[in-house]
């Protein structure tokens, strides 16, 4: 059964101060792994696809890579308009988009 | 990327009524997914909206509670029926795109009293 878990559940942060996020995950075989950011009481935006282990995207301070078992989100030198819940997703390779799993987030703050 | 819009943002609702969420993308897309998440929660699929034939619903979400429309291939509505303090959620309506993942629309807020 595919599953994804997320660690860890909150983190605070001081501005400037590095950190990751992290996305374990278990499928039969991977389609995609998605990560996204979502404010307070807003739908979730669109990071990142990755689609194979070795696999890096980066956009602005974060940075996501990929392993066969898990997946990381490196956020560089944060600002409080960083702090967001970042979600990870995962698609199984045969799977339609129905069968997306969500994790439970990290919920990032980032203090000035 | 589509662009989805849902109406209402947010609502404050009294118990025993129901609401109809809107979906609107601007482009002509096949199936549109309508998600749950109660407040602390993750995302939770409720149903698959398929233009000309009836929505397929995920365990434990049923038409009578949730009926879908799907009347051409931009706009979809969700019905929230009978609606409890239980129901309070964000409702979102998504789509796939050509890489295989998901868009959100905004999401409307339902406060049920």
């Known amino acids: 059964e595919d599953q994804v878990t997320q660690s860890p559940e909150a983190l605070r942060l001081q501005e400037g101060e590095s950190s990751s996020l992290n996305c374990s995950y278990t499928v039969s075989g991977l389609r995609g792994l998605f990560w996204y950011r979502q404010d307070p009481g807003k739908g979730p935006e669109f990071l990142f696809t990755l689609y194979s282990a070795g696999e890096e995207k980066e956009k602005e301070r974060l940075k996501a890579t990929l392993t066969k078992k898990e997946s990381f989100l490196h956020i560089t030198a944060p600002k409080p308009e960083d702090s967001a819940t970042y979600l990870c997703a995962v698609r199984d390779t045969y799977s339609s988009a129905s069968k997306i799993i969500f994790g439970s987030g990290t919920r990032l703050s980032i203090r000035p | 990327s589509a662009v989805i819009s849902q109406k209402p943002s947010r609502d404050i609702c009294q118990r025993g009524t129901s609401l109809t969420i809107q979906c609107q993308v601007d482009?002509?897309?096949?199936?549109m997914f309508w998600y749950r998440q109660q407040p602390g929660q993750s995302l939770t699929l409720i149903a698959t909206?398929?233009?000309?034939?009836?929505?397929?619903?995920e365990s434990g979400f049923v038409i009578d509670k949730f009926p879908i429309s799907r009347p051409n291939l931009t706009f979809s509505t969700l019905t929230v029926s009978n609606m409890s303090p239980e129901d309070s959620s964000i409702y979102l309506c998504?789509?796939?795109?050509?890489?295989?993942?998901?868009?959100f629309g905004e999401g409307s807020r339902l406060t049920v009293l």
């Open positions: 482009s002509q897309v096949t199936m």
């Open positions: 998504s789509v796939e795109e050509s890489a295989g993942e998901l868009f």
């Open positions: 909206a398929n233009q000309g034939s009836e929505a397929t619903y």
